[in-house]
Every structure is written in C-alpha cells, then in structure tokens.
C-alpha cells in the first residue's frame, strides 16, 4: 500500500516553520525579535529600477542589560562598549564604569520536585522572572532562585514560559 501527497501538504509544515517568530542575536548588539516573516512593501520607497522595496520588521530587545528601557534596547550597548564575544572582561581598574562580561555558564537551583537552569549569558536582564515571581527569584538574596518557594510547580513553569521571550 502507498500514500501521495500532494504539494500543498508536503509545503504546509515549511510555512508553519517560516511563520515562527524568531531571535536574532545581531553582533555587537541586541537581540532581534521578527514575528512576522513575511516581507511588507514599504510605501513610496523603490529602488533604481522602480521597483517597490519591502522589509521585515522586527523589535530590537536588550542583551547588554544596560538600557534604561528593558526589554527593549535603547543603544546603550555601543556607548558600554559590549561585545557578543563569550569571554571574560579582563580586570581593568580605569575602566570601572564598563559593564562586565558574562560567561556562558549554567547553574542549577535544585528543589525537591522541580530543577530551574539559569544562565546568565543568554539572560537579557529585564527582570522579568523577579516581576512575576518574586517569591521564588530574590534579586538581593543569595541563592536568588528558591524553587520551594512556589507555591506550585505550575506556577514557575507559567513565570519561565513568559519569560521565554526575553531569555532565548
């Protein structure tokens, strides 16, 4: 017995996969959240040939954690001088105003029924998980993530599912 499928069907799945949204990480930069694929014409712009230009729009979202209006990014990261290179930042006691570089390195915060993985490198520092779950993520405490202090499993799994977003 043998099936065939046809092209419709065999494209379906592509441009489901094309309409996902996406993270850019840009060099040097910030993160670049495109949620619609599809390229839009951009009115009374056209090339040397005349024809109509089009683009993707995006939404640019902090990495560096140094702009004053998190999530999104405000260009502090080219006046910080930050570099999407993974090393460490060499101690350097004249350049004290230099935010330090963070390396790619997970911890586990292990609680009886439920583990949360922080990674510092790809977390855009807009203190999303502290918003909305301060019980279980204490900006000044030490460890900062309590997973016992949920009051449900669930309850952390919704906070990081949002956070998803800014932490990619």
Same mark, same amino acid.
């Given at each position: 017995?043998?099936?065939?499928?046809?092209?419709?069907?065999?494209?379906?799945?592509?441009?489901?996969?094309?309409?996902?949204?996406?993270?850019?990480?840009?060099?040097?930069?910030? /993160? /670049?959240?495109?949620?619609?694929?599809?390229?839009?014409?951009?009115?009374?712009?056209?090339?040397?040939?005349?024809?109509?230009?089009?683009?993707?729009?995006?939404?640019?979202?902090?990495?560096?954690?140094?702009?004053?209006?998190?999530?999104?990014?405000?260009?502090?990261?080219?006046?910080?001088?930050?570099?999407?290179?993974?090393?460490?930042?060499?101690?350097?006691?004249?350049?004290?105003?230099?935010?330090?570089?963070?390396?790619?390195?997970?911890?586990? /915060?292990?609680?009886?029924?439920?583990?949360?993985?922080?990674?510092?490198?790809?977390?855009?520092?807009?203190?999303?998980?502290?918003?909305?779950?301060?019980?279980?993520?204490?900006?000044?405490?030490?460890?900062?993530?309590?997973?016992?202090?949920?009051?449900?499993?669930?309850?952390?799994?919704?906070?990081?599912?949002?956070?998803?977003?800014?932490?990619?």
């Amino acid at each position: 017995m043998t099936a065939k499928i046809n092209k419709e069907e065999q494209q379906e799945p592509q441009d489901q996969l094309r309409e996902k949204p996406k993270i850019v990480p840009l060099l040097n930069g910030p /993160y /670049y959240f495109i949620n619609e694929m599809e390229p839009k014409v951009v009115e009374n712009l056209q090339n040397s040939r005349g024809e109509s230009l089009s683009v993707i729009r995006g939404v640019s979202l902090c990495r560096c954690g140094a702009s004053n209006n998190k999530p999104f990014c405000d260009g502090m990261h080219s006046k910080i001088g930050f570099s999407s290179e993974n090393k460490e930042q060499e101690e350097d006691t004249n350049n004290s105003d230099r935010h330090p570089m963070v390396k790619d390195k997970r911890k586990n /915060y292990v609680g009886k029924s439920i583990t949360i993985h922080d990674n510092r490198k790809i977390c855009s520092h807009a203190a999303e998980c502290v918003n909305n779950l301060p019980s279980v993520f204490k900006l000044n405490a030490r460890p900062w993530i309590s997973p016992e202090a949920a009051e449900t499993k669930k309850e952390i799994i919704n906070t990081i599912k949002k956070m998803s977003i800014w932490c990619s």
